[in-house]
């Protein structure tokens, strides 16, 4: 006893309540309760939260239920009774599990699970201002613009006894505020039970994330609260279940934070004591049991700030044990790094020992430590605590859907500034980030933002291509809301289509070509002073326009040709005879019957290029060079008959992928230079049959498939082995073999992954030594990540050894 109290000192839950029943226990009460946890881990034999640790000093009379509500209420644990039973667990764990994703949620329907019963909604509690009332006259006004607010402005007071700084004072206001700013509802459907595929405490139990209809009907996750079955007069059962939405989930977890602030984890201190001695300066013990409890505040502003509950046992004696006077309580802090100086940063007096501090920097880590005083005497500090400060975490709402239209070929998004239900955004809302993509090539860009009601301009879109649109908030701390839904639009062009591209474009405005003289030209109308010299060039000149007649004798010199200007399309056919070539104008070729012998084409004599019928080369091929100077090629004839084989590209190793195509082989596989073995992949199509798979370097190292009919009729072939050491959750076989020692009755065959549908496993079992069975076995457990295999001696066997055994198994998803 500390002052009357029992006293605890910074220890998990478990060691709180594990106190209570074991001592009651020992004096003969709760003969028949039993629980699961203890002081160093939960009912689901997990370490409690080591950032949960309380300082607590308990009257002697508390009862056990009321110090588990008080403690449950605070967010340190969960909680249910099992029969007689006590289970408890960290908060959020076991009896919080979200069964409302994934692949096969848990969802309540209509007509099959669930019967539609009427949802319980009020506003008696709707506040949007609140004054809160501190020590020493401390007065802060909080307000929340975004408070549903039917009658306009609805205030309150609260007064926060032991509350001295404005943030922790904002803090409060702020949770007390975000409580009750909307509409509460509680969501109950009635429970069915012949149609139904999910059964109460069979598939779901309280606490779990469901997907049922909300209020207004849509599916969403909601928090089963409550389940009440019943049984009528003709046995017939049935019952509801009370279900939370996350607005209401969000409530009780800032009454949560809110209760961890004002009751700081630790009674009031002592009174009725005896006196103690005087000090004769003495100096008071280090105080023990320092906890601090972290949260984040949003100031008048918008922006993050950091808010510390320190909590610590009564100092009662000094040094050396004997009895003391303490005159108050000093709490020091400092930002957690090197050569940072230790402030003092709160005052209490004697008989209180929890101190709140305010405002602090979000994301940084601070120490703290505390120290008791008497008559004038500093004692010793307690052991430091460092902690985080946290920032805040609430995304802003989802912002209300965009109007989003289209108007001389651009996109226009407008955002009324509200969030979704026409509620204000809050105080620390930054922006609205507005996305796009083509629904056909998904891959989301932000093309623009508004930091209040406006609208963003998305230029640059092709016409009739659609676009989806939505809208993502951001807050100061970088949290960002849900998506809106997205719209879909399209750019419409200003003119016609029969007439993009064809007569007027952007940049010329009339395209060459397209008005025919004698449908858009007056005759005469086009003479000689209306055209600028040297403006007709060859491109405006019709095919043939220019006739021999036109031209007058010696007109056209060499010099009046420009180089490469006369190409082959220029050139009539058969329009060069032998008579216009000039001698040795070809060099190197002859001519004979109309084909040029001996001929090397390429389009460059070095770096990047393409060769024809390259030197040196015994069969048809065409070379490819890259400008770093690798080589592919394409070759015909040969062994492949009228086919063709091409060979990529060689990396650094000389490695490359190789195709050949005949008329009985189609071939692709990846090989070394110089050698026409697969080394790699691979695959073989012929008349009689396909090969597919992998070859590596060595006698075991190839693995693959054949389908083929030697005559037998088809037949499957796999050569190689089968992986069970490694396995992604899609793979659609796993097979292996495991041995355990003769001490097992049984075997859990655990996968490398978990898959997304349970598999269906088939097995065998024998010996692990050269025996006569003697034993039964089955198969057990199914699940998405392993199954069990169990075994027992026959009783009827003549010789009842247990020996080791070898399973052999094969899975596969179905």
Known sequence: MVDGKRQFNAVSAGAILATFIQEAQARGALRFLTHTFSDTRDSDNKEWDSTR???????????????????????????????????VFNPDTVLGTDLASGRDPVDLRYGRDITEAPDTG???????????????GLSVEVNNSAAVAPWGRWETYQAQSGVSDVGTARLLGQNALDRVARERVQVTRGLMFDLARW?????????????????????????????????????????????????????????????GILDGGIGSGGSGGEPAPETNNRTPAAPQGLVVGAAAYLDEHGYARGQATVTWSPVTADVAGVALDIDGYEVYARRNQVGELWLLVAQTASGDTTATVSPLVVGWEYAWKVRATSAGVKGVFSDQVVKLMPDDATPPPVPSEPTVTTRLGVIHVAWDGLGAGSVPMPTDFERVRVWMQDPLAPGAAEVGYLSAAGVVVIPDQPYGKAREVWLTAVDRSGNESAPTAAGAIATVPLVDTDVIGKVINGAEHIIDGTIPGDAKITADSITGRLIRALEIQAGHIKANAIEADKIQAGAIEAAHIAANAVTADKIQANAITAAKIAADAITGKSITGGTITGAYLRTASSGQRIEVAPPGASLPEVRFTSSGGGQASITAGGSFGTGIEIVGSADSAGRRFTLVQSASLFEVKYRYSGSSQANGGFMELRDSGTKVGWYGSGSEDENYFEFSDYGYGPRTTHVGRWNHLTAGPRWGILTGRLTVGNDYGGMRINYPTTLLTVPNPVAGVKHAVDAVPNFRWCLSNNTFSSFDVDWQVDPDATNRTNY????FFWVFRT
Do not use: C
Not at 122 to 136: M, N, Q, R, Y
Not at 226 to 235: E, F, H, P, R, Y
Not at 804 to 807: F, I, R
């Open 199 to 259: 059964l109460p405490f069979e598939h779901y139990q309280p606490g779990d994330y469901l997907l049922a209809p909300g209020d207004g009907g849509a599916m969403e996750s909601l928090r089963l609260r409550q389940i009440t079955l019943s049984v009528d007069k003709d046995g017939q059962v049935g019952g509801n279940v009370v279900l939370n939405d996350r607005f209401l989930e969000r409530e009780i977890r800032l009454a949560r934070q809110a209760a």
């Open 53 to 87: 640790r309380l300082t607590l000093a308990i009257e002697p009379g508390k009862d056990l239920l009321s110090i588990l509500i008080n403690l449950s209420e605070q967010g340190v644990l969960d909680w249910r009774m099992q029969g007689r039973t006590l289970q």
């Open 804 to 807: 080791g055994k070898e399973v």
């Open 122 to 136: 009020t506003l008696e509690d709707a506040v949007s201002a609140i004054l809160i009332g501190g020590e020493a």
